[in-house]
Nanobody
Framework: QVQLVESGGGRVQAGGSLRLSCAAS????????MGWFRQAPGKEREFVAA????????AYADSVKGRFTISRDSAGNTVYLQMNGLKPEDTAVYYC?????????????????WGQGTQVTVSS
């Protein structure tokens, strides 16, 4: 069974950086549109960033533009989220997700496969 496995979460102070990784296990997501979402306590899951299969198209939530960068390796099977200038409001569980139709989307319902999530905590 194909799975997504996130790593790289942790606790940092405001202004710090983290790099999240999302790797495919048991299969490939090289042809998928990939995204990162996050969910803070008591809030709904929200879109953070997304990238097309060949990295030609990227999308970001307004709240992270200029601070976060999404990328994927040349094989397309590992996706990264470089997070700089972290703020306390970035604290959340971050999820990696895959859209097998490789169609541009920032909508949660369009992503069929999800990782287990990785916790990011930013202290002030």
């Amino acid at each position: 069974q194909v799975q997504l496995v996130e790593s790289g979460g942790g606790r940092v102070q405001a202004g710090g950086s983290l790099r999240l990784s999302c790797a495919a296990s048991g299969g490939t997501f090289s042809g998928h549109f990939m995204g990162w979402f996050r969910q803070a306590p008591g809030k709904e899951r929200e879109f953070v960033a997304a990238i097309s299969s060949r990295s030609t198209r990227k999308a970001y939530a307004d709240s992270v533009k200029g601070r976060f960068t999404i990328s994927r390796d040349s094989a397309g099977n590992t996706v990264y989220l470089q997070m700089n200038g972290l703020k306390p409001e970035d604290t959340a569980v971050y999820y990696c997700a895959a859209n097998p139709r490789n169609s541009y989307s920032t909508t949660i319902d369009d992503f069929d496969y999800w990782g287990q999530g990785t916790q990011v905590t930013v202290s002030s």
